[in-house]
């Protein structure tokens, strides 16, 4: 019986897809909070990871959001718009991993130089449409489903639960390279063997072929593929979050929280108009009509966070608690 069937535009009334679903939300929650209260989360995390109503732990599990009569956001902000472009940072990641998702995720740059994908760093301004038209784009269609969740997630955050040594089934290790699997897996391209047996790739110094001047950056990090059982746990992380990253494409809010949590993947800073570089936001501030017409709460919530501004921590990312 599916009494939502033809109205659920995600798994079309499928109760058990459901409850997978709200088990890896459960887990993710569980993680999320790692830093601020690791007793609780251990515990979410294993109660999520045992329920025996599932996991999204399967690609044909993986939830997806139709956009029925209307066109997928990212097609219009992109191809019919012409507004957005792919970023600096994960094309410098996958062109240094020789990483073939790019193909999936990416339309072809008409910049030219050595890479058919061609990113933009964040903060540019004063860039008009014309400076940035050959840059790729996300590559959607008008009519793709809109992804939510995937089984990818799920074995990526049991490789940190693992590592963290909390019960989830399996080592660290093999959740890594389940997650990088799925993923292949999902956006249909093979390699992955390869991929994960690649102990030497790092993530490639960024050229910008219109601005090389003031855009050209060096990534901060050297962190391969292959898993490596003798390095730090701090090593290890950074290897997850960053595959979780990749694999993840294109959750840009979820990509924001991981990295506010862990600091990984090591993104480019942001720009500003005198060509410096400006750390990633932790916060948005309250915008002044919440002083205006919420002032006592708005009061109450900015003594609790200590300041009101893009720099201050949210209470999740705070490992000094």
Same mark, same amino acid.
């Given at each position: 019986?599916?009494?939502?069937?033809?109205y659920?535009?995600?798994?079309?009334? %499928?109760?058990n897809?459901?409850?997978?679903?709200?088990?890896?939300?459960?887990?993710?929650l569980?993680?999320?909070i790692?830093? &601020?209260?690791?007793?609780?989360a251990?515990?979410?995390?294993?109660?999520?990871?045992?329920?025996?109503?599932?996991?999204i732990?399967?690609?044909?599990?993986?939830?997806? &959001?139709?956009?029925?009569a209307?066109?997928?956001?990212?097609w219009l &902000?992109?191809?019919?718009?012409?507004?957005i472009r792919?970023?600096?940072? !994960?094309?410098?990641?996958?062109?240094?991993?020789?990483?073939?998702? /790019? $193909?999936?995720?990416?339309?072809?740059? *008409?910049?030219?130089?050595d890479?058919?994908?061609? =990113?933009?760093?964040? +903060?540019?301004?004063?860039?008009?449409?014309?400076?940035?038209?050959?840059?790729?784009?996300?590559?959607?269609?008008?009519? %793709?489903?809109?992804l939510?969740?995937c089984? @990818?997630?799920?074995?990526?955050?049991?490789?940190?639960?693992?590592?963290? +040594?909390?019960?989830?089934?399996? /080592?660290?290790?093999?959740?890594?390279?389940? =997650?990088?699997k799925?993923?292949?897996?999902?956006?249909?391209?093979? =390699? $992955?063997?390869?991929?994960?047996?690649?102990?030497?790739?790092?993530?490639?110094?960024? &050229?910008?072929?219109?601005?090389?001047a *003031?855009?050209n950056?060096?990534?901060?990090? *050297?962190?391969? !593929?292959?898993?490596?059982?003798?390095?730090?746990t701090?090593?290890?992380l950074?290897? !997850?979050?960053?595959?979780?990253?990749?694999?993840?494409?294109?959750? +840009?809010?979820?990509?924001?929280?991981?990295y506010r949590?862990? +600091?990984?993947?090591?993104f480019?800073?942001?720009?500003?108009?005198?060509?410096?570089?400006?750390?990633?936001?932790?916060? !948005?501030?309250?915008?002044?009509?919440?002083?205006?017409?919420?002032?006592?709460?708005?009061?109450? @919530?900015v003594?609790?966070?200590?300041?009101?501004?893009?720099?201050?921590?949210?209470w999740?990312q705070r490992?000094?608690?």
């Amino acid at each position: 019986l599916k009494p939502l069937e033809g109205y659920d535009p995600v798994y079309n009334g %499928d109760y058990n897809k459901w409850m997978r679903f709200a088990n890896s939300l459960k887990l993710r929650l569980a993680v999320r909070i790692s830093n &601020v209260s690791p007793e609780l989360a251990r515990t979410k995390a294993e109660e999520a990871v045992k329920s025996t109503r599932g996991l999204i732990d399967t690609n044909d599990n993986n939830a997806y &959001v139709g956009v029925g009569a209307e066109p997928n956001p990212l097609w219009l &902000v992109a191809s019919s718009w012409g507004e957005i472009r792919i970023n600096a940072t !994960i094309a410098s990641y996958m062109k240094g991993y020789s990483d073939p998702r /790019s $193909a999936v995720y990416f339309t072809t740059s *008409k910049l030219g130089g050595d890479s058919p994908y061609m =990113g933009m760093r964040s +903060g540019l301004e004063g860039v008009k449409p014309a400076t940035y038209s050959g840059y790729s784009m996300p590559n959607y269609e008008q009519k %793709d489903d809109m992804l939510m969740f995937c089984a @990818a997630e799920t074995a990526f955050l049991r490789a940190e639960g693992a590592l963290r +040594g909390w019960d989830m089934g399996g /080592s660290a290790r093999d959740f890594y390279e389940q =997650g990088v699997k799925l993923s292949f897996d999902q956006r249909k391209v093979s =390699g $992955a063997d390869e991929y994960l047996a690649n102990a030497v790739a790092v993530p490639e110094p960024f &050229v910008d072929p219109v601005n090389p001047a *003031k855009c050209n950056y060096t990534p901060k990090t *050297k962190i391969t !593929i292959a898993w490596n059982e003798g390095a730090s746990t701090e090593e290890k992380l950074e290897r !997850i979050i960053t595959q979780k990253w990749i694999a993840l494409w294109p959750l +840009g809010q979820e990509a924001w929280s991981e990295y506010r949590r862990t +600091g990984y993947p090591h993104f480019f800073p942001l720009m500003n108009g005198n060509g410096s570089n400006l750390p990633v936001a932790n916060r !948005i501030p309250f915008p002044p009509s919440e002083y205006i017409r919420n002032a006592d709460n708005v009061k109450e @919530a900015v003594q609790k966070l200590g300041a009101d501004n893009y720099e201050t921590k949210v209470w999740w990312q705070r490992k000094d608690k």
